[in-house]
């Protein structure tokens, strides 16, 4: 996909290939991307630096762009390790140019940096900045996705640099005809708490001619691309259903829940429902935690285990709690051999989540999945539909 912005906005960023996990917890199939950015103008912005591993690149980026010249300023929109933490070297190597941030994030760069020693200029919401041809207008995005987050929008040249929303995992170039799927996972597990917050920055952004989104992960977004990508966030962000349809995340041991969930999403289907389904003991939780918040309804079946909720589960339902998952219908499927208890576990784990439906029916299976427990799925599914 095109880097190019436009003459004045150089893409200086980097692919890392090699990294499997984003976060040490974020499964990578396709890598990720750091991306920054030089403004050439009277004055020579550079927008962030990337992750240390790809330091020794970045730097020739850098060099190459600048084609001799030394850089006045570089902004520093987010101080997350992924893209602060070649500032170090940076420093070291243009002692002068200075450092534009906000006043939160200058008081957390010490933790990063405890010598970095640069002259700084705090810019606060609103304020602009002239390069020359350029004026750069700063905004806040508080917890978009740390407290100390700053956009940024380039009035004349109407680029909005985005700090990670509108990120993706992935390599540049990853899956270029759908920018949503990876884009989706990226923003419920690292902004998904936020919605609020991502709210304010949408109003913010509806105010300004934004035609290309210069984002810090993943590709620059313009055109049809753009306009999805704003109308998509619009809905993640406030919680509402993308796709009208179950999900069914399951938990299995010897597969025998995993034969009820599949008979129920078999029903289901039958019954006209668009259904989604996964294995959280084998498949991706993270992408499971998207597909929650992408369906209007999920069920979640599990073993009972050691008197209690099956570990798999509890966790699930823990990343769907601190990701503030909310305004859906909840459904429970239970298996247990001699003292079921998942399900009454589970609807209770529920009870501090934010409006949540919980549908009354409960399917108990008991060991093997069985002729005559069809009729319970049977039943969970005609309250579902
Ligand atoms: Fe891409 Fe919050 O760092």
Not at 31 to 45: H, R, T
């Amino acid at each position: 996909m095109d880097k190019t912005i436009n003459q004045d906005i150089i893409y200086i960023g980097c692919d890392d290939k090699d990294i499997t996990q984003f976060e040490g917890q974020y499964v990578l199939e396709d890598g990720m991307c750091y991306n920054s950015y030089v403004i050439l103008d009277e004055k020579i912005a550079i927008m962030d630096t990337v992750d240390k591993a790809k330091k020794q690149e970045w730097l020739q980026n850098l060099d190459k762009a600048l084609n001799g010249k030394k850089p006045d300023y570089i902004v520093v929109q987010h101080v997350e390790p992924d893209h602060s933490s070649v500032l170090g070297e940076f420093v070291s190597k243009y002692p002068e140019t200075k450092i534009v941030t906000s006043a939160a994030a200058q008081k957390m760069l010490p933790l990063y940096f405890p010598d970095l020693k640069a002259e700084f200029v705090t810019v606060k919401e609103g304020d602009k900045f002239s390069l020359g041809n350029n004026t750069l207008q700063f905004f806040a995005a508080p917890m978009v996705h740390w407290p100390e987050v700053i956009v940024t929008y380039a009035i004349e040249k109407k680029v909005l640099f985005s700090a990670d929303g509108f990120g993706k995992f992935g390599v540049y170039d990853s899956e270029p005809d759908d920018w949503s799927c990876e884009a989706r996972r990226y923003y419920f597990n690292i902004c998904g708490k936020y919605g609020a917050q991502v709210q304010n920055l949408l109003k913010k952004a509806a105010t300004l001619d934004i035609q290309i989104i210069c984002p810090l992960h993943g590709p620059i977004l313009r055109g049809e691309m753009l306009s999805n990508a704003i109308r998509l966030y619009d809905i993640w962000s406030k919680y509402e259903v993308e796709t009208q349809g179950v999900f069914i995340a399951y938990c299995t041991m010897h597969s025998n829940t995993g034969k009820a969930a599949e008979y129920l999403k078999d029903v289901l289907v039958k019954g006209g429902k668009k259904v989604a389904i996964a294995n959280l003991c084998e498949e991706d939780w993270a992408e499971a935690l998207e597909d929650a918040f992408r369906h209007d309804t999920l069920v979640l079946a599990s073993p009972t285990y050691d008197g209690g909720l099956f570990p798999k589960m509890v966790d699930f339902i823990h990343h769907l709690k601190i990701k503030n998952f909310q305004k859906r219908k909840v459904a429970f499927i239970e298996n247990g051999s001699w003292a079921p208890q998942a399900a009454r576990i589970m609807k209770e784990s529920f009870k501090d989540f934010k409006d949540i439906e919980i549908v009354e029916t409960q399917a108990t299976i008991k060991g093997a999945f069985k002729e005559a427990d069809k009729q319970t799925i049977e039943t969970l599914a005609k309250e579902i539909l």
